[in-house]
């Protein structure tokens, strides 16, 4: 039998990320911890988004609780539920990045590496800390919504990122 502790699960956690796109990248960023490991389960989708509680018989619905016009997944919270997009279209003209937007069908694992490879060299790692930090926000803000029943507009949850 095999013995868990926090050293197996460390060493698996960055075993994980040596296979995974970004991988690597997330880990060199300036963001927290928690953001590393939240979008490194979300690329996985691994996430508990509406879609996979409905799987396991956990809710009725798979609904995305920011804009209810889509199945909740981990992509389409993080990229392209409405109210993210929007976001992340603030956010990224700010940075005279605004052409790598989300598109609605567009998935964290293909869209995060992608979007790098046109950024600027030495812009790299503060777009790849914004990647997580973006994702991170955009998940607290659902939870805030679904647990607290407070919701942001987009114009706040810019707002507080920038
Ligand atoms: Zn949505």
Redesign the pocket.
Known sequence: MTEYSASTAYKAFFLGLEFFPCGKTSWKTWAPAKCKIHIWLAMQRRIWTADRMLQHDMQSHSN?P??E??P?TAD?LALG???AREVWHATLQRCNLSHLTPLAGDMLIEWWPDSRRRVPQQLRKGFDSLVLLMVWTLWKERNNLVFERSAETARGICKRIT
């Open positions: 995305c920011l804009c016009q889509a909740e389409h539920c409405v109210l």
